[in-house]
């Protein structure tokens, strides 16, 4: 074929922001979007991944038949979204692993709940909606509840945020709402640590804008002498 250059950035580079009214679905909170795909070559390697399209595969000129058919005729979806904090995703000090430097590490609790479970569901419904709508065919089964509806393990695709979560009570928060400790006055958290939740959006914008608050409220404080 000949070259072009059409594809974008990582592809097509398509965004859809979530849609609809929560209240009529049995999940909160929403997810969006990604759609890849276009007109790559058949990939290296044994088979290319042709043997996982509709019928396609085989040998010789059947194979290459099938190269030509599919070649820029796949696309593809990604779902990105919200997860509710539940009781049983947090962290501690772990009582007996350190690090090379005697400190202790951190242990990690995690499970999904309901929420992301339902949620994962319907993206899946939603993909393979968008697709016959398009007049396509899906290349592989719908997921089922016993593979949690093809939801990746914890902390396999994030943005890491959480852990130091911010609040107006001590007792179950780690900062106040100017990211300041409630222990340690002069400790401030401007990274991803102070949010009690994860929006499906990707966090930078709104760590930024956390940090700026911060400063500024920094700022304040040396000037009153109270820091």
């Not at 993206?123 to 290349?139: A, K, P, V």
């Amino acid at each position: 074929m000949p070259p072009h250059n059409e594809d974008g950035v990582g592809g097509m580079h398509i965004y859809m922001p979530w849609w609809l009214d929560n209240k009529k679905l049995d999940f909160a909170r929403g997810y969006h979007i990604e759609t890849w795909g276009g007109r790559g070559m058949p990939s290296a390697g044994f088979m290319g991944g042709i043997q996982n399209y509709p019928n396609g595969g085989g040998y010789g000129k059947a194979l290459k038949d099938d190269y030509r058919r599919y070649y820029g005729a796949s696309i593809g979806f990604s779902g990105r979204g919200e997860m509710i904090p539940n009781d049983g995703s947090y962290c501690e000090i772990d009582p007996t692993v350190v690090d090379r430097w005697g400190i202790p590490v951190l242990h990690f609790h995690w499970q999904w709940s309901d929420h992301e479970i339902n949620q994962a569901k319907h993206m899946q419904e939603t993909f393979r909606s968008i697709i016959h709508e398009m007049g396509g065919t899906t290349d592989d089964q719908m997921p089922t509840a016993e593979t949690r509806f093809g939801l990746h393990n914890g902390g396999n695709i994030i943005h890491e945020l959480g852990g130091a979560r911010m609040g107006a009570d001590p007792k179950t928060s780690v900062v106040n709402a100017q990211c300041q400790a409630h222990d340690v006055k002069n400790l401030f958290v401007t990274d991803g640590a102070p949010f009690v939740s994860q929006a499906d959006k990707n966090p930078t914008w709104s760590i930024l804008a956390l940090s700026w608050r911060t400063s500024d409220g920094i700022a304040r404080m040396m000037k009153e002498r109270s820091l």
